[in-house]
C-alpha cells in the first residue's frame, strides 16, 4: 500500500493513516511545563471497570461511523478514486460505504456536506497473504513523505464554497502536523507524536482548534511503533506498550478523534458509541495458522514455552493465563526510548493534557518505565517484532545473532517465510547513507538509528537450535 502511491492507495492514504491512534514554542494558559504526569510501576497491572458495549453496534460505527468527521469532500473523491479491488471490500456495509476500500467511510453531515472520511482501520487492518484481516496492524504504511505535499495536491480537484471550506479544515490541520509525522523507514507508525502534534494545537478544556500551538510540540523526531494486533486487547488490562492507557479503554480509542472534533459536544458524540467499537475489539480472535503444522515438534514446543515465555506473556489452551506484567527496560534490554519517553518528562505536558481534559474523565495516561509483554495469540502474523518492528522474523527474535543490522524488504503480503515466521528480507552492509536513491533509503531499517535498534529481548539465545525449533512450531498453534 505504501509503495503503489494514487489517491486510492497513496495520498489519500498517507493523510487518513495520520490518524491511526511535533513549531515555536508558545505559553500561556496551555502550558503545563514543570508539571509531571502520573507514573505506574512495573510488575502487573490491575484491571480496571470497563464500559459495556455491543460488539455488533460496534462493527456498524466502525466501518459506517464517523470517528473521524472531516476529510476528503464526496465529489472530489469520485472524481479521483479508482474502484476498490475485491479484497478491499468489507461485509455489511450498505449505501455509498459498501462500495468504499475497507479503510473509507461515507459520512453525510446535518448541513447536507458529503464527506469520505478515514476510519480506523487505515492502520488497524492488514493484508497476510492478500487477504485482509481486521485488526491486523498495517506494517506496510509510508510515512516518510511530507502529508501537506499530498493534501496540495488532493485540494486540486475540490470545487465548491462549501467543498472547499471542509476540505480546507482538513488541510490546514495536516499541514499544522506534517512536520512530527515522518518516520525514516516504511512500516513503523508515527501516531504517538501525531497525537502529541495535535494536542499542541487543542484548548484542553474547550477542545478548540488554534492555528498556532498552545504547548510546545515534539521534538520533530518521530519515534517508531509498530502496530500490534487488536485482538490482544480482550486480554489487555492497559493500553499502550507501556501500559498507559489506564481506565477506561474506550476513551483512550477515541482519542484520534481529536484531529477533527473542536468541541467537547462534538467529541462526546464520538464517545457515545466508543464502547461498542471497544466491545467489537475486544472480541476478535487471532486468525489461524494457515500453513502445516508439525504437530511433533509443537508437541514438546509447548513444554519449552512454558518453561521460557509463559511468565511473561502467559499460558495457552485449556488453563490459558495472561499476567499483564510490564517488564522493566532495563531487564528486557530493548530500545528504551519508548519508555524513556513516557516516564522521563518529555511527554509530560502532553499525557497531563489528556488526563485533565475530556479524554481523560474516565482514566489516565500512567506509563511505567519499561514495555508490557504482549499476550502472543496469532502472533505469528506480526512481523516484524518488538514495538518498534525492528526484528523481521521470529527465528530472529528468538535468536539474537539473526538480527540484521541492516535490512529491507518487499512490503509484499504474500512475502512470508512460513520457516522463520516472519517476513523475507535482505541484510544489507550499508544503512540509510549507502542507499543509492531515497526510494531504496526509506525502505531501509537502519537499527543504529535512535529508536530503531533492535537489541534486547534475548530470552531465546539459551535454547539449543533444536528447542527453538520445537518453540516456533508450538508458536503457530497459539
Request: glycine letters at 8%; a neutral charge; aromatic letters at 10%.
Amino acid at each position: 500500500m505504501a509503495i503503489q502511491f494514487d489517491w486510492r492507495r497513496g495520498k489519500l492514504a498517507v493523510l487518513s493513516a495520520l490518524l491511526c491512534v511535533s513549531c515555536s514554542q508558545q505559553t500561556g494558559k496551555q502550558d503545563l511545563k514543570g508539571i509531571l504526569s502520573p507514573r505506574s510501576p512495573v510488575g502487573p497491572v490491575p484491571a480496571e471497570k470497563q464500559r459495556p458495549g455491543d460488539p455488533e453496534a460496534g462493527y456498524r460505527a466502525l466501518t459506517g461511523g464517523p470517528i473521524i468527521t472531516c476529510g476528503i469532500p464526496y465529489a472530489a473523491y469520485k472524481r479521483t478514486a479508482a474502484p476498490p479491488a475485491e479484497n478491499q471490500l468489507l461485509p455489511g456495509r450498505e449505501g455509498v460505504n459498501a462500495e468504499l476500500p475497507y479503510d473509507r467511510t461515507y459520512v453525510k453531515k446535518a448541513d447536507g456536506v458529503e464527506l469520505v472520511v478515514p476510519n480506523c482501520l487505515t492502520c488497524h487492518a492488514g493484508f497476510f497473504n492478500d487477504q485482509l484481516i481486521i485488526g491486523l496492524g498495517n506494517e506496510s504504511l509510508d510515512f516518510t513523505g511530507d502529508p501537506s505535499t499530498a493534501a496540495e495536491s488532493v485540494g486540486a480537484y475540490v470545487s465548491g464554497e462549501t467543498d472547499t471550506a471542509e476540505w480546507k479544515k482538513w488541510a490546514d490541520r495536516v499541514t499544522a502536523v506534517s512536520a512530527y509525522t515522518r518516520t525514516n523507514t516504511i512500516g513503523p507508525n508515527p501516531a504517538i507524536d501525531l497525537t502529541w502534534a495535535l494536542i499542541a494545537h487543542r484548548d484542553r478544556k474547550t477542545l478548540a482548534w488554534s492555528p498556532k500551538p498552545l504547548l510546545q510540540p515534539p521534538s520533530g523526531y518521530t519515534l517508531p511503533v509498530s502496530m500490534p494486533p487488536w485482538w490482544r486487547m480482550k486480554k489487555k488490562h492497559a493500553m499502550f506498550y507501556t501500559a498507559s492507557g489506564r481506565g477506561d479503554h474506550a476513551r483512550h480509542m477515541i482519542l484520534g478523534s481529536v484531529f477533527c472534533e473542536d468541541s467537547v459536544e462534538e467529541a462526546r458524540a464520538v464517545d457515545a458509541y466508543a464502547p461498542d467499537l471497544r466491545a467489537y475489539i475486544a472480541s476478535l480472535d487471532a486468525p489461524p495458522y494457515p500453513f502445516a503444522i508439525d504437530g511433533k515438534r509443537a508437541e514438546p514446543g509447548q513444554q519449552v514455552f512454558e518453561a521460557n515465555c509463559a511468565r511473561c506473556h502467559g499460558r495457552y489452551g485449556e488453563n490459558r493465563t495472561y499476567p499483564n506484567l510490564v517488564i522493566a527496560a532495563e531487564e528486557l534490554g530493548t530500545d528504551p526510548a519508548l519508555a524513556a519517553a513516557g516516564t522521563a518528562g518529555a511527554d509530560d505536558r502532553f499525557m497531563r493534557w489528556v488526563n485533565e481534559s475530556f479524554y481523560g474523565e474516565l482514566g489516565r495516561l500512567a506509563p511505567a518505565p519499561g514495555y508490557i509483554a504482549p499476550p502472543l495469540d496469532g502472533v505469528w502474523a506480526t512481523a516484524p517484532f518488538l514495538h518498534n518492528g525492528s526484528v523481521p522474523t521470529l527465528e530472529a527474535l528468538l535468536d539474537s545473532s539473526k538480527r540484521p543490522l541492516y535490512w529491507t524488504r518487499s512490503f509484499r503480503s504474500s512475502d512470508y517465510n512460513e520457516q522463520t515466521l516472519g517476513w523475507n528480507y535482505t541484510a544489507l552492509a550499508y544503512g540509510k547513507g549507502g542507499a543509492k536513491d531515497s526510494d531504496e533509503r526509506k525502505r531501509i531499517y537502519d537499527t543504529t538509528l535512535p529508536g530503531y535498534s533492535n537489541k534486547g529481548h534475548v530470552y531465546g539465545d539459551a535454547l539449543s537450535d533444536g528447542e527453538r525449533r520445537q518453540l516456533m512450531e508450538y508458536i503457530k498453534t497459539l
